[in-house]
């Protein structure tokens, strides 16, 4: 059915970092990342437009399946193990985020909190499958959007209702969706949260294995795309739902910002100290926030370990082992338990990686938008043969890590809006001792001044936002393949299989092959020369003399 699979796609995309980083976002940086609602409808019907059609004729669960039909095995491997390495990344800081949240509201360690976020996932994932993971996905929406709606909700009550809430972010900047930048460095501009994010969108939702896995198990392609639109529609409702989150928190904290007093050590933690300065008296409503928050955490990990496992038996297992199909979910079981254990320790080395939400957006388009571009490559260009490919990924790649890096070292933290603290005596919180003895070492963070990379040219290109690296990824990719492709000779037209293109880019692929005398000259199995070569409607007609071939291209 659409709307648990759609369910299951929104869950795997609204993680623990979209409901603890949003909120924290807008809180320091202001209302902007509310934009990538549009980006979420318009990468989905993108995806739903140009790629789904393509992976409905395939009928396969791997999509880097296609790389090895359009171009060759080699690069669908190298597709497979891209993928890995950008899903790990984003699920390692998937699984740190709700760590913060359950030791802020419970006291318990971050370490504690981590290991049973992920012995649970891992647990019921490598049981379950992936018709466990479609229904728990769909129950965890509800509680994710219960806790989201009761954080709002108490928000509200506590600031005197929306207005006040609304006239608060005026003041203190929060609220400012039109900001027509065109420089690449600012950090969140319309442009690039629009544009940008939905090209971050398009890698999710169009070559992403967690997505796409969940989409093709509908029957038709308008069921399909029908999925998709439930989907795009429920997460762009998450994000406008977290930037009324955020903002409900800076007019409760306006005066008194707990993180400028050092009442807490990191940025990320404000939404779960928000819940328990106003929703403690409320029995349950801790624990209703403290669910949603791991639910959001167990969606995105089981999503990810059942993608890992489906993509390796596909591009891995069935061609280079001889294991039979009867043990197939077994090694999928094997895969997900790895995974699992592999990501469970990756989390506690992530805690410095800075605001979850930026660092595991970077993670995820670091590689997401090279690969978007190698698809892309595939599906829209049919002269990109398989070296062009290859070497257009590599590019990609190495591009996007020299800036990630780049900028990693030499681009300073953003600077964040301005925060109060005069009214800070009069908190009824900051006297309690349950936050205060967890961060008895924190410091007071002030806001961060902007400052130049050197004005080198260098230093311009580390600047570059993060919300334009899959798009950079993407452009670096098609062009290198594009161009390498050109330079080392195109791809035969005549070997390609027809269902790997975009059916109107193979429609024109035709349209060429009959009206240019492409195919090199045809001999028959006893070497009589074909006098002629017909190609119609995707068929390739050899006309041998008196007698007449048909053969399917």
């Given amino acids: 059915r659409s709307l648990p699979v759609?369910?299951?796609?929104?869950?795997?995309?609204?993680?623990?970092?979209?409901?603890?980083?949003?909120?924290?976002?807008?809180y320091l940086f202001g209302s902007h990342i509310a934009l990538l609602s549009v980006a979420y409808v318009a990468g989905a019907a993108g995806?739903?437009?140009?790629?789904?059609?393509?992976?409905?004729?395939l009928n396969s669960t791997s999509i880097n399946e296609y790389l090895n039909l359009r171009f060759n095995r080699t690069v669908a491997l190298c597709g497979t193990f891209a993928y890995i390495i950008q899903m790990e990344l984003y699920l390692v800081v998937a699984l740190y985020a709700p760590g913060l949240a359950l030791s802020t509201v419970t006291g318990i360690s971050l370490e504690m909190s981590v290991l049973t976020a992920g012995i649970v996932c891992t647990f019921y994932t490598t049981l379950g499958g992936m018709k466990a993971v479609i229904w728990t996905d769909a129950f965890q929406v509800i509680i994710m959007l219960a806790g989201l709606l009761s954080v709002i909700v108490q928000g509200l009550i506590e600031a005197g209702g929306f207005s006040n809430v609304w006239e608060a972010g005026l003041r203190g900047k929060r609220i400012g969706f039109i900001d027509f930048d065109l420089s690449p460095s600012t950090r969140m501009t319309f442009w690039s949260v629009v544009v940008g994010g939905t090209f971050l969108q398009l890698s999710g939702y169009a070559v992403n294995?967690?997505?796409?896995?969940?989409?093709?198990?509908?029957?038709?392609?308008r069921r399909t795309r029908m999925t998709l639109a439930i989907a795009a529609v429920g997460c762009a409702v998450f994000c406008i739902l977290t930037t009324?989150?955020?903002?409900?928190?800076?007019?409760r904290y306006e005066n008194c910002d707990p993180l400028t007093a050092g009442y807490i050590e990191k940025p990320d933690q404000i939404l779960p100290y928000f819940v328990m300065d106003t929703m403690s008296f409320l029995p349950g409503l801790p624990g209703l926030f403290v669910s949603a928050i791991m639910s959001g955490t167990l969606s995105s990990l089981s999503s990810g370990f059942n993608s890992f496992a489906a993509i390796i038996v596909q591009d891995v297992v069935v061609p280079f082992t001889n294991i039979s199909v009867t043990k197939h979910p077994l090694v999928c079981k094997l895969i997900s338990l790895m995974f699992g254990v592999i990501t469970t320790c990756g989390a506690f080395v992530v805690g410095e990686s800075g605001n979850i939400a930026q660092i595991a957006l970077t993670f995820y388009s670091v590689i997401g938008g090279p690969m978007f571009g190698l698809f892309t490559a595939g599906m829209l260009l049919p002269f990109v043969h398989s070296k062009g490919a290859l070497t257009g990924l590599f590019a990609g790649v190495f591009v996007m890590f020299w800036v990630f890096i780049g900028a990693m070292a030499t681009k300073p933290p953003p600077a964040a809006l301005a925060l109060a603290t005069a009214a800070c005596d009069a908190s009824p919180f900051n006297t309690t001792t349950h936050l205060t003895t967890l961060f008895i070492n924190s410091t007071t963070m002030a806001p961060t001044l902007p400052c130049g990379n050197g004005g080198t040219l260098f230093g311009t290109f580390y600047s570059t936002s993060f919300m334009w690296y899959s798009l950079l990824g993407w452009f670096t990719t098609l062009v290198v393949a594009a161009l390498s492709s050109f330079y080392s000779g195109c791809q035969d037209l005549s070997e390609l299989d027809p269902r790997t293109l975009f059916p109107p880019v193979g429609r024109l692929a035709s349209s060429y092959l009959e009206k240019s005398n492409w195919y090199p000259e045809?001999?028959?199995?006893?070497?009589?020369?074909?006098d002629d070569v017909i190609v119609n409607n995707g068929t390739r007609t050899l006309n041998l003399g008196d007698i007449k071939e048909t053969k399917d291209i």
């Fill in 47 to 57: 995806a739903g437009l140009i790629f789904v059609p393509v992976y409905r004729k």
């Fill in 244 to 251: 009324m989150a955020g903002l409900v928190m800076y007019a």
């Fill in 209 to 221: 294995q967690t997505q796409v896995q969940r989409y093709l198990t509908q029957p038709t392609l």
């Fill in 522 to 530: 045809q001999r028959d199995e006893s070497g009589i020369a074909c």
């Fill in 6 to 26: 759609a369910c299951s796609i929104l869950a795997s995309i609204i993680s623990a970092i979209s409901l603890m980083g949003f909120p924290a976002e807008v």
